[in-house]
């Protein structure tokens, strides 16, 4: 068996707004990430991981924000396409790490709900899928409340 591992970062900027679309849900808050598609920094960051362990480069090849067709996308699209790529190679997810990194507002109690909703997606049992959320004790954008990031790191295998 064959194993590979990439490894998904994404950064957004956050303005006010009506919810923060995150993990597929959205998440109650007067702050809204800004981007060309929902926004999902946490979807963006598990599809750059998906990809890249994949050697299918990354979801702004993919995906580009110059093209139309994904402007206001549903990231949970993006991911679904992004998982059939990674199947078409013959790869199985093994596993997720994800984490998010945001001052405000807290999402540990909607963690659940994301890994149901992108669990449904990717075909994996919840045990394979960890989302944790962290702060940057108030430092940097994401501490000043004006953006948001999130890491990824996923675990492919092909049967040789």
């Given at each position: 068996?064959?194993?590979?591992?990439?490894?998904?970062?994404?950064?957004?900027?956050?303005?006010?707004?009506?919810?923060?679309?995150?993990?597929?849900?959205?998440?109650?808050?007067?702050l809204s990430?800004?981007?060309?598609?929902?926004?999902?920094?946490?979807?963006?960051?598990?599809?750059?991981?998906?990809?890249?362990?994949?050697?299918?480069r990354d979801?702004?090849?993919?995906?580009?924000?110059?093209?139309?067709?994904?402007?206001?996308?549903?990231?949970?699209?993006?991911?679904?396409?992004?998982?059939?790529?990674?199947?078409?190679?013959?790869?199985?997810?093994?596993?997720?790490?994800?984490?998010?990194?945001?001052?405000?507002?807290?999402?540990?109690?909607?963690?659940?709900?994301?890994?149901?909703?992108?669990?449904?997606?990717?075909?994996?049992?919840?045990?394979?899928?960890?989302?944790?959320?962290?702060?940057?004790?108030?430092l940097g954008?994401?501490?000043?409340?004006?953006?948001?990031?999130?890491?990824?790191?996923?675990?492919?295998?092909?049967?040789?």
């Open positions: 068996m064959k194993l590979k591992v990439g490894i998904g970062y994404d950064v957004h900027q956050l303005k006010e707004g009506d919810g923060l679309v995150l993990g597929g849900i959205i998440v109650p808050s007067n990430s800004v981007g060309h598609s929902d926004a999902d920094c946490l979807i963006h960051a598990i599809i750059d991981a998906m990809l890249g362990a994949a050697n299918l979801i702004g090849f993919q995906y580009p924000d110059s093209n139309a067709e994904y402007k206001g996308i549903d990231s949970k699209a993006l991911l679904a396409d992004a998982y059939s790529k990674v199947q078409n190679k013959g790869f199985k997810i093994e596993n997720i790490d994800s984490t998010i990194c945001l001052q405000a507002p807290k999402v540990g109690k909607y963690i659940d709900q994301m890994q149901e909703c992108l669990s449904s997606i990717l075909g994996l049992d919840k045990e394979d899928l960890t989302i944790k959320a962290t702060t940057t004790e108030k954008f994401v501490g000043n409340s004006s953006g948001i990031a999130a890491y990824a790191v996923c675990l492919l295998s092909k049967q040789s």
